[in-house]
């Protein structure tokens, strides 16, 4: 099942895609306050008030009111090695803010102050059952579902502090909806590819994680409880833009897809923000 999260004629609503038709259900008017999106209990949960075509809707990132965006930083041996960092005791953890996050075919916003705007392609665990001290044997069991996520990161001000390197508004991506656990029987099968204008950037599996799904879940529910709908994305494997030579920042007018086998492919246009 793929659970969205869209904005159509002035309203917003979740639903779940049937092939190219989304059956529509919660809508609620863009500007309501206290209004968002929600993780349905069940599939039988969406009732339907549409159908809508899925090209007529602009998505947006399936991220519930209120949650978390935990994202893993040096997950992946090739990638440490090729920023020279050491791969980390324990997972390395910080959070990216909603604002900072744009839906599919929505674009990216390039820095005014600065021309270091690298891609990170990931991929993204939505927590289904909330828990604290969850075991990394049953961690698992308290997801929801996958999707794919594009951490767009601002190198130079990412040496000064992370949180704003990588919490500039409108610079990364998640969707373009979130496909269901019961999908996705193995998740250490899952496939990241990255492309930059249609030439791949990035591979790998899911196999090749440091610190891999069920580690990263008993980790983070150690200080804090994870709570139905919070974010985790898994960290990036080698390839950004920052390492290759000379550097391959992001321009205007490019354009970055995340395909993850199974998910689904999350694409965004990269654009000038308005002044």
């Known amino acids: ?43 039988s949960a969406h009732t339907a008030q549409g159908p809508l075509p899925l090209a007529q809707v602009q998505l947006l990132p399936p991220v519930t009111a209120g949650a978390r965006i935990f994202c893993v930083g040096v997950n992946y041996q090739d990638h440490a090695a090729e ?29 005014a102050v600065s021309p270091q705007f690298d891609f990170e392609g ?56 979130i496909v269901t656990a019961d999908e996705v029987p193995d998740p250490r099968a899952l496939t990241l590819t990255t492309l930059v204008n249609g030439q791949q950037m ?22 804090t409880p994870l709570k139905r709908g919070d974010v985790i994305a ?4 080698a390839g950004v833009g920052l390492s290759r030579t000379p550097p391959v920042w992001l321009q205007p007018g490019d354009r970055v897809d995340v395909c993850v086998d199974g998910i689904g492919t999350l694409s965004n246009p990269v654009e000038r923000r308005a002044s």
Not at 131 to 144: E, N, P, Y
Not at 207 to 217: K, S, T
Request: with cysteine; charged share 15%; glycine share 12%.
């Open 1 to 43: 099942m793929k659970i969205v999260h869209f904005e159509h004629r002035g309203q917003r609503g979740q639903g779940i895609v049937e092939g190219d038709m989304v059956r529509a259900h919660a809508l609620w008017p863009a500007d309501a306050p206290g209004a968002g999106f929600t993780l349905p209990a069940t599939a």
């Open 234 to 237: 898994t960290g990036t494997p």
């Open 83 to 111: 920023v020279g960092r050491q791969v980390p005791g324990q997972p390395s953890v910080f959070l990216r803010t909603l604002e900072s996050l744009r839906g599919h075919l929505q674009p990216l916003a390039y820095p």
């Open 202 to 223: 990035q591979h790998a599996s899911a196999r090749q994680l440091i610190y891999d799904i069920p580690a990263i879940m008993a980790y983070i529910s150690t200080w």
């Open 122 to 177: 990931e991929i993204a665990v939505v927590v289904g059952q909330p828990g604290r001290d969850i075991a990394r044997a049953q961690a698992l069991q308290h997801v929801f579902g996958y999707s794919c996520f594009m951490d767009g990161s601002v190198r130079d001000y990412q040496k000064q502090s992370l949180a704003v390197g990588k919490n500039f508004a409108e610079s990364g991506a998640m969707g373009p909806w």
